[in-house]
């Protein structure tokens, strides 16, 4: 089947990322265009977006769940940068303070 694909969809690249699907040997995309390979049969599926020149609709509606996860990764950086900055405030609070009541102690 990979020749025919070859043959027939020169323009379609191997791609890893989209829908996995049991059974399917590999997959093609091009443009809106994925191919699926099942060795017996190819599926075509046309997507709403090019992931190459619109990334965040196509995300959004063609890809739900890569969606969903790129949310959530997003939502888990953006906590762990505010809980650093958070401890390098706090630390640089501390380090006033201890510096400000050292001054105080050393002067009557």
Same mark, same amino acid.
Request: no cysteine; aromatic share 14%.
């Given at each position: 089947m990979k020749n025919e694909i070859s043959s027939l969809y020169s323009y379609f690249k191997p791609t890893i990322l989209g829908e996995i699907i049991q059974g399917m040997l590999e997959q093609y995309r091009y443009l809106i %265009?994925?191919?699926y390979d099942f060795g %017996?049969?190819?599926r075509?599926?046309?997507d709403n977006w090019n992931p190459e020149t619109h990334l965040l609709q196509h995300l959004r509606?063609?890809?739900p769940y890569w969606w969903f996860i790129a949310q959530f990764v997003a939502a888990r950086l953006l906590v762990i940068?505010?809980?650093i900055l958070t401890k390098k405030s706090l630390s640089e609070i501390k380090k006033r303070e201890s510096k400000h009541n050292l001054s105080k102690s050393q002067h009557p």
């Open positions: %265009y994925t191919t %017996y049969a190819i075509i599926h046309k509606e063609d890809s940068g505010v809980v």
